[in-house]
């Protein structure tokens, strides 16, 4: 078997990032005496590493001696969750593996979540944790954790490292592993005597992964199974969802979808993958989708799924969805397929390559919209029927999702929009139209709370010269407003639009439509009480404070914020409270449910069709 070299290291997802994710370090000529501290920073600086971000403390420490001198940019955050955040969000705004440095015992817990959060959205990161010093592994010593086995369910795969020698040839297994394949996070676990150790540096390492082939091109048999059920189908549905982002294959899917004349859905974690002014796309789908999309999934008679997981806020009810569809479904990991609807045609392989395929197979007999006309009759009168809206409140106060609107308006489509989780969010994801890649980063499987700051950090790091927003809720700013003392030290000017409704929006919501009112521990503070006052809190951070209450200021201070580039915004939006998301499909009902508005629910008669 011929083993990779570093020079291999990149996944052929995206080809504007592999260059940049691969590494170009030369060869070391002789082995260069050093620690292990040293050969660990020293193979960051040869996988291209551009910036970590991290807290030192004991075990982790000896590290941070050499990194003083690297070349490596190491951003100092205020919490080890803001590291693994950012280095998310810098990895998914670039492409590139984001990188987290912290010490053992809780330092290393403290990474969980992000870890947990990369996992289930595939977002390629290595998180480099300290550890006590090998003898005293397992006698509970200070600061000792077990992460290696705390995480091991939610990385792809983990590291303790044993001695100095393999540093080189771990830390290149572990950016490999996080970039090809299905991307995910990857955890090395390095005990302080290791890194105290003396060793010899050489590069390049060779890898030893026996068994790790991820699959990139499909079959050609089931492709061409595809396009036959392609060629038959009346209804057919192409269901996107982030796999084509990470493979890089948006110019390949809209190719394909003008050839076929196919509707387009794309999940919350695809948005962008398709331009959202395309006349083919539908929209978002599942619990807060839009009615066209919900429906073409639940009436199609095919469901051409790429890079998609079949994940429950898009199915609702399982045994209910999509019930007549036959199922076409391409993964890159097998492990997805089948794993919740079973698959007619399972496809496994990089989704770049699947859709190549799928254009050269089904190029032949495509005849485009007009074979389609009669469903996209019933899907154009949906449109029309039920666009997203909104009310404006009668209380007077603002309306949330109208200043989503316009700030995606206002910003305009090259910006990178990072959102929170919540209300917010989902009004994000509804009202800002998202036409290209790369421009729409959020917490879609975990769906952490917090995630907006640090995420918004670490991309603006990743793409300094791009305008980057994050749309916040009050609930969430609260648990990571801290990383704005970061950016402000450290020179990166994001903007933080808080949706401040004074409560857990969300949470509220369901409370109003299932708890007959009862509003248990929802209500914050940030409205009767203005604690904290956002305002006077940026400033402490450093950062440039904005307030705005009224509709007639909204794009007075969008516009404010737009001109400030040598310092974090922070802007207050106060929001009136009883705002809902709507389109909704109630957790654990079928999509058939789905209400418009509260007590308003469309209709999918079978003679719509």
């Known amino acids: ?37 040293g050969a660990l920073v020293r193979s960051l600086e040869a996988l291209g590493v551009e910036v970590a971000f991290g807290i030192p403390g004991g075990a982790i420490l000896p590290a941070y001696d050499p990194l003083y001198d690297s070349k490596v940019r190491h951003i100092l ?94 830390l290149a297994e572990a950016f490999h592993l996080a970039l090809s394949g299905r991307p995910g996070p990857v955890l090395v676990d390095v005990p302080k005597d290791v890194l105290q150790a003396q060793t010899t540096f050489t590069w390049p390492p060779t890898l030893d992964l026996p068994g790790y082939r991820p699959t990139l091109h499909p079959h050609g048999k089931q492709i061409r199974e595809a396009a036959r059920l392609i060629a038959a189908a009346k209804r057919p549905v192409l269901y996107v969802g982030g796999g084509v982002l990470k493979a890089g294959a948006t110019d390949g899917l809209k190719k394909l979808a003008e050839m076929t004349g196919i509707p387009v859905i794309t999940t919350l974690m695809a948005l962008g993958a398709f331009p959202d002014s395309h006349p083919q796309h539908l929209g978002m789908p599942g619990m807060h989708g839009t009615v066209p999309a919900v429906y073409a999934l639940q ?19 399982l045994d209910s969805f999509a019930p007549d569809a036959k199922v076409v479904h391409a993964d890159i990991d097998p492990a997805e397929i089948g794993k919740n609807r079973h698959a007619d045609v399972p ?34 009168e949906l449109r029309e029927r039920y666009p997203l809206g909104y009310e404006e409140p009668t209380d007077g106060t603002l309306a949330p999702q109208y200043v989503i609107e316009r700030i ?50 670490g991309a603006k790091v990743g793409r300094p010269d791009t305008p980057v927003w994050a749309i916040d809720g009050d609930g969430c700013f609260q648990m990571t407003n801290q990383e704005l003392a970061t950016c402000a030290l450290e020179g990166i000017p994001v903007k933080i639009a808080v949706i401040n409704n004074g409560n857990l929006g969300m949470v509220r919501q369901w409370q109003t439509l ?74 654990g009902t079928s999509n058939d449910e789905i209400m418009f508005a509260r007590d308003v629910r469309p209709t999918f008669e079978e003679d719509d069709l």
């Open 514 to 587: 299932f708890y007959e009112g009862r509003y248990s521990n929802t209500e914050l503070g940030t409205h009767k009480h203005r604690i904290p006052d956002f305002v006077k809190l940026a400033e402490a951070l450093g950062c440039i404070g904005l307030r705005c209450e009224s509709k007639d200021d909204v794009d007075k201070i969008i516009k404010q914020a737009m001109e400030i580039n040598d310092a974090p915004v922070v802007i207050d939006f106060t929001v009136g409270k009883d705002a809902m998301v709507w389109p909704m499909v109630a957790a």
């Open 347 to 380: 496809i496994v392989g990089d989704a770049r390559h699947v859709i190549d395929e799928l254009i050269a197979a089904v190029s032949a007999s495509a005849e485009g919209a007009g074979k389609y006309e009669p469903w996209w009759a019933t899907l154009n």
């Open 77 to 170: 955050v205020r919490h080890e969750q803001g590291a693994g955040h950012a280095a998310t969000g810098y990895a998914q705004a670039t492409g590139k593996v984001g990188v987290c440095i912290a010490t053992s015992g809780p330092g290393a817990t403290n990474l969980v979540t992000p870890i947990a959060d990369a996992y289930m959205d595939s977002v390629p990161i290595v998180a480099i944790t300290g550890q006590v010093a090998r003898p005293a592994i397992g006698t509970d010593a200070f600061q000792e954790a077990d992460i290696q086995g705390i995480t091991l369910p939610i990385t792809k795969h983990n590291f303790l490292v044993q001695t100095p020698e393999e540093l080189p040839r771990i």
């Open 299 to 317: 009436k199609s008679d095919l469901l051409i799924t790429l890079g998609a997981r079949f994940d429950d806020r898009v199915t609702g009810k």
């Open 408 to 457: 995606g308006e206002l910003v305009g489509p090259e910006a990178i929009y990072v959102a929170g989780v919540g209300q917010h969010q989902m009004w994000a994801s509804q009202f800002i139209k998202y036409e290209k890649p790369g421009t729409w980063l959020n917490s879609g499987g975990a769906g952490t709370m917090g995630y907006a700051v640090p995420a918004a950090m």
């Open 1 to 37: 078997m011929t083993r990779p070299t570093p020079e291999t290291l990149a996944h052929r997802a995206n080809p504007a990032t592999v260059a940049a994710a691969a590494t170009t370090a030369p060869a070391v000529a002789s082995p260069v005496p050093t620690s292990g501290a």
